[in-house]
């Protein structure tokens, strides 16, 4: 039983060594350009998917009528585009150096979000994404404004003229 004991101790201890030295000869990458890390994809989409389970079923309180939308779209433009992009034109530098790198959320070759339900675009804009640059909003945008920006990406491959106009 002492033996085994010892032996689980050692098998933790050995993998929380080994990081510690890595961490220590400066293994981990700091620089935004390179290749992720082993497993870095898998661990941080699985944990991704893990904070959002069972709360991202929230029905959107408000329809996707053209005020929404038109509000959603200036509430995009103002905070998001700098990272996401509008629909015309290049990534800006800034996208464009960060890593992991913003999607670009309204190009016409990649319109938005929309296989996602709006309850998981609100749950990222809401809450961000720790380590990736991706912003909370819970403390500057209002439940309706985060709903709003919401419908806007959900429904950015199907904009009326009007939205698009703010966007453009
Ligand atoms: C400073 C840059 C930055 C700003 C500003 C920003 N985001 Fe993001 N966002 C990111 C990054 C980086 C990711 C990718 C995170 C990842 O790879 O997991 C992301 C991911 C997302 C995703 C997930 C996309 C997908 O395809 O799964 C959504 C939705 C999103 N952002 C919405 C928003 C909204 C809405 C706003 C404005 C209210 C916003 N973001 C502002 C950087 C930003």
Redesign the pocket.
Known sequence: MKKLLLGILIGIAIPLVAAYLFINAGGMPVPTKGPPLPLERYI?RTS?HKAMQGQTDVVCPLPADEPNLRQGAR??RA??A???GLPAGKPTA?ARG?Y????Q?VRPDRTG?TD?PAGK?FW??KNG?RL????G?VDS?SEAELWQ??LL?VHAHELPASVQDILR
């Open positions: 941080a991704i509430i995009y905070e998001c700098v990272c996401h800034t960060m992991p790198r913003p999607p959320l979000v996602d675009v990222i804009a994404i990736t640059g991706m912003p909003y945008l920006v919401s990406l």
